[in-house]
């Protein structure tokens, strides 16, 4: 007995009206819709009424419906890129051209006339600038920070209105002494191009003003970094009548020990720690490199110089011992000092039910990295990855990690990828356990923006992480958008970065450690 099928004007994933198939328009991108997906259509209303004896017909009518869907996923996912990109494109102009009107509204000394009123106090902590000397001398290149900002108070000490300390940066090149660094990296001339002769750079801090606030961020539940705390605050006070600013917790400890440290300043709400850079010239970690990603979390925007001691189990990032925390700080505020730039990145996630960009979620800057995994599904992770609007591929595996150059001794080197040096500006892109063979890591250009989404076919959904907290599921059709942060994090460093790097990955990693080979074995003759 055979059966009959037949095939109404209704959609494919019964809506009712076939009309309802067609994809409404995502941010006004009308022409979204394929010209294979209006095939497909055609194709499945021209199919009424039919009578199906063979069940290939079956299995031939799901594969199309299967087709539609997927192509209507793809439209629509089409159509929030463009729009993403329309609007970031926009802010990018928005941004120059405000850039450009403060430029031209500034003083010759950088300071503006009215500086109570000026747009740029309420525009430095989403754009911070710096300003490169046009004289340059003794084979440095520096920028000057310029940037005189205020805490909206009074000292009650001296009645005079504090400020920001002022620095500048200087790119020292070896062999340079006598010749000025030429600022032009590529050049064009008589059909050839070229590139400057570039050495080693090392960045170095010099203060043009004295560093009058300090933050001082301490590891928890340690002995041993409570009773250092107190005696560098108390020395920092006394002995550099600096202003002192703690974690609510710190202040609390301090004062259940004794009240004479009623100095010491702290904060109430997320508000007012928003306003911190605007306050504080220098800022000390006592603790491992968690307690530096921690202080780095703290500031959204610009990060004030880190000044960081080692009293935790890594220390990749704190190249000062505790011991001789005084000569340290002495050295550092006297300056100049050598500085490591460490970049950030900065991501968001676009929930596939979300129409517009306003609607994504809140962005996360990270030191070191940016992991998408499987979570506890046993199923491998299907991620499809994207640098700007060229393909990368698809990840199939335990998940992915997105890490900076300085995260690139964490998860990444745990994972497989390669160490690289902290001030080399790249995205480090480093499966996790992929079935596969050739799935070899990448380091990617800083100027890029990736983008990783979870596709409609995937059998489960992914959990993203930001270093290592901060966890969020990502269901199918959303996305993970990240690129390079404007703001990067200053770290104080011992001797200099690259010094400070080899020596972290000797002493930390015991990197190429082995027996030197006898020299009483067999020799060419």
Same mark, same amino acid.
């Given at each position: 007995?055979?059966?009959?099928?037949?095939?109404?004007?209704?959609?494919?994933?019964?809506?009712?009206?076939?009309?309802?198939?067609?994809?409404?328009?995502?941010?006004?991108?009308?022409?979204?819709?394929?010209?294979?997906?209006?095939?497909?259509?055609?194709?499945?209303?021209?199919?009424?009424?039919?009578?199906?004896?063979?069940?290939?017909?079956?299995?031939?009518?799901?594969?199309?419906?299967?087709?539609?869907?997927?192509?209507?996923? @793809?439209? /629509?996912? $089409?159509?929030?890129?463009?729009?993403?990109? +329309?609007?970031?494109? !926009?802010? %990018?102009?928005? =941004?120059? #051209?405000?850039?450009?009107?403060?430029?031209?509204?500034?003083?010759?000394?950088?300071?503006? @006339?009215? /500086?109570? $009123?000026?747009?740029?106090?309420?525009?430095? +902590?989403?754009?911070? !600038?710096? %300003?490169?000397? =046009?004289? #340059?001398?003794?084979?440095?290149?520096?920028?000057?920070?310029?940037?005189?900002?205020?805490?909206?108070?009074?000292?009650?000490?001296?009645?005079?209105?504090?400020?920001?300390?002022?620095?500048?940066?200087?790119?020292?090149?070896?062999?340079?002494?006598?010749?000025?660094?030429?600022?032009?990296?590529?050049?064009?001339?008589?059909?050839?191009?070229?590139?400057?002769?570039?050495?080693?750079?090392?960045?170095?801090?010099?203060?043009?003003?004295?560093?009058?606030?300090?933050?001082?961020?301490?590891?928890?539940?340690?002995?041993?970094?409570?009773?250092?705390?107190?005696?560098?605050?108390?020395?920092?006070?006394?002995?550099?009548?600096?202003?002192?600013?703690?974690?609510?917790?710190?202040?609390?400890?301090?004062?259940?020990?004794?009240?004479?440290?009623?100095?010491?300043?702290?904060?109430?709400?997320?508000?007012?720690?928003?306003?911190?850079?605007?306050?504080?010239?220098?800022?000390?970690?006592?603790?491992?490199?968690?307690?530096?990603?921690?202080?780095?979390?703290?500031?959204?925007?610009?990060?004030?110089?880190?000044?960081?001691?080692?009293?935790?189990?890594?220390?990749?990032?704190?190249?000062?011992?505790?011991?001789?925390?005084?000569?340290?700080?002495?050295?550092?505020?006297?300056?100049?000092?050598?500085?490591?730039?460490?970049?950030?990145?900065?991501?968001?996630?676009?929930?596939?039910?979300?129409?517009?960009?306003?609607?994504?979620?809140?962005?996360?800057?990270?030191?070191?990295?940016?992991?998408?995994?499987?979570?506890?599904?046993?199923?491998?992770?299907?991620?499809?990855?994207?640098?700007?609007?060229?393909?990368?591929?698809?990840?199939?595996?335990?998940?992915?990690?997105?890490?900076?150059?300085?995260?690139?001794?964490?998860?990444?080197?745990?994972?497989?990828?390669?160490?690289?040096?902290?001030?080399?500006?790249?995205?480090?892109?480093?499966?996790?356990?992929?079935?596969?063979?050739?799935?070899?890591?990448?380091?990617?250009?800083?100027?890029?923006?990736?983008?990783?989404?979870?596709?409609?076919?995937?059998?489960?959904?992914?959990?993203?992480?930001?270093?290592?907290?901060?966890?969020?599921?990502?269901?199918?059709?959303?996305?993970?958008?990240?690129?390079?942060?404007?703001?990067?994090?200053?770290?104080?460093?011992?001797?200099?970065?690259?010094?400070?790097?080899?020596?972290?990955?000797?002493?930390?990693?015991?990197?190429?450690?082995?027996?030197?080979?006898?020299?009483?074995?067999?020799?060419?003759?």
């Amino acid at each position: 007995m055979s059966s009959t099928y037949k095939f109404n004007n209704t959609d494919p994933f019964g809506n009712g009206d076939a009309k309802s198939f067609c994809p409404s328009p995502v941010n006004g991108f009308s022409d979204s819709i394929s010209q294979s997906e209006k095939a497909v259509q055609e194709l499945l209303l021209q199919q009424s009424p039919m009578q199906a004896t063979d069940d290939h017909l079956i299995e031939f009518s799901e594969a199309l419906r299967t087709v539609a869907k997927a192509l209507r996923g @793809a439209a /629509e996912g $089409k159509a929030l890129a463009q729009a993403e990109a +329309a609007e970031w494109k !926009r802010r %990018y102009e928005l =941004e120059r #051209s405000k850039n450009a009107e403060l430029q031209q509204k500034e003083l010759p000394n950088g300071v503006f @006339a009215d /500086e109570s $009123k000026s747009p740029r106090m309420e525009h430095i +902590a989403k754009s911070p !600038r710096l %300003y490169a000397h =046009e004289n #340059s001398s003794n084979g440095l290149e520096s920028i000057c920070s310029h940037e005189v900002l205020q805490d909206g108070g009074f000292n009650s000490s001296n009645n005079k209105l504090k400020r920001k300390a002022s620095f500048k940066l200087s790119w020292r090149c070896k062999g340079m002494a006598n010749d000025q660094h030429k600022k032009e990296i590529v050049s064009f001339e008589r059909g050839n191009i070229s590139t400057a002769e570039r050495s080693s750079k090392q960045i170095s801090l010099t203060w043009e003003s004295d560093p009058q606030t300090v933050l001082i961020i301490t590891k928890p539940n340690s002995t041993s970094v409570q009773v250092l705390s107190v005696d560098m605050i108390r020395w920092l006070r006394t002995q550099k009548g600096l202003n002192i600013y703690v974690e609510p917790r710190v202040k609390a400890e301090l004062l259940s020990e004794s009240s004479s440290f009623n100095f010491v300043q702290t904060w109430e709400d997320d508000k007012e720690i928003s306003l911190l850079h605007t306050k504080v010239d220098l800022l000390i970690t006592l603790g491992g490199d968690g307690t530096v990603l921690w202080a780095a979390s703290m500031f959204k925007g610009p990060v004030p110089p880190i000044v960081p001691f080692s009293m935790g189990s890594l220390g990749f990032m704190t190249p000062f011992h505790s011991e001789q925390y005084r000569e340290c700080l002495e050295a550092v505020l006297k300056g100049p000092i050598s500085i490591t730039l460490r970049h950030r990145l900065q991501c968001h996630i676009i929930r596939d039910k979300a129409r517009h960009e306003y609607e994504t979620e809140e962005t996360m800057l990270v030191l070191n990295e940016v992991t998408i995994d499987r979570g506890i599904s046993s199923y491998l992770t299907n991620l499809e990855c994207y640098c700007d609007d060229s393909f990368v591929t698809c990840v199939q595996g335990d998940g992915l990690i997105l890490s900076t150059t300085s995260g690139s001794t964490a998860y990444s080197l745990a994972a497989g990828g390669s160490m690289v040096h902290p001030q080399v500006p790249g995205i480090l892109f480093t499966p996790i356990c992929p079935h596969s063979l050739s799935f070899r890591p990448l380091i990617l250009p800083e100027h890029v923006t990736v983008r990783v989404q979870v596709p409609f076919n995937s059998r489960s959904s992914a959990w993203v992480s930001f270093d290592g907290k901060d966890r969020k599921q990502l269901e199918a059709g959303d996305a993970l958008v990240c690129s390079m942060a404007p703001w990067p994090v200053s770290t104080a460093c011992q001797v200099e970065s690259t010094n400070d790097f080899l020596r972290s990955i000797h002493d930390g990693l015991h990197w190429n450690l082995r027996k030197t080979q006898s020299t009483d074995g067999p020799q060419d003759t």
